[in-house]
């Protein structure tokens, strides 16, 4: 009897170790993806100068649309203010497409960041063809209009 109270109290301490080895481990980890580097993303000047195909192409926007509700809405939001679903897991938080900073940037740019990607935001280099990167520039500079 005595010997089961005692070995009970050992497996006490033993929960009451793992637990606590669990909970450090996770707040280690969720400081750590809090410490993420968020220096500014920025295109390389060779990008920048690269023209869009379909600029100004009222089309290549509509066909644009299609792919940003299917690839992109879920992080960056029906209406791009990055409020997708998925938009409060992920850090860095998804860009405002809607926002003066992402719609003054240069169409190559725009370009650029989708064929590379960082952090949460995948490379759509090998997803997504050139051309419908380039529709989906040509949707995203619409964005700014609709605030
Ligand atoms: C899993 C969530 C996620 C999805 C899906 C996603 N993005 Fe992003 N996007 C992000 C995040 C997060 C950032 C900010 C990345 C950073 O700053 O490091 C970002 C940034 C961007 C930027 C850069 C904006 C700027 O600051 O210049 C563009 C452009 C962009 N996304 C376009 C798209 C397009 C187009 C799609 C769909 C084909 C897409 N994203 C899908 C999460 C996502």
Redesign the pocket.
């Known amino acids: 009897m005595k010997k089961t109270q005692a070995s009970n109290k050992m497996k006490n301490v033993g929960l009451f170790f793992a637990t606590f080895l669990f909970m450090s481990a996770l707040i280690l980890t969720s400081t750590q993806s809090k410490a993420q580097p968020?220096k500014p993303?920025v295109a390389p000047p060779a990008a920048l100068a690269v023209k869009n195909p379909f600029a100004g192409d009222a089309n290549a926007a509509k066909e644009g649309k299609k792919?940003?509700v299917t690839?992109?809405t879920?992080?960056?939001g029906n209406t791009g203010k990055g409020d997708g679903i998925?938009a409060a897991s992920?850090n860095?938080?998804?860009?405002d497409?809607t926002s003066d900073?992402?719609q003054s940037?240069p169409d190559g740019?725009?370009y650029w960041?989708?064929t590379e990607g960082?952090?949460?935001?995948?490379s759509?280099k090998q997803l997504?063809k050139d051309d419908q990167r380039w529709q989906?520039v040509c949707y995203?500079k619409t964005l700014g209009k609709k605030k």
Request: positive net charge; aromatic residues 12%; glycine residues 4%.
């Open positions: 968020t993303w792919l940003y690839y992109c879920p992080c960056h998925a992920v860095p938080k998804p860009a497409h900073k992402v940037e740019s725009l960041k989708m960082r952090g949460p935001m995948i759509y997504l989906l995203i």
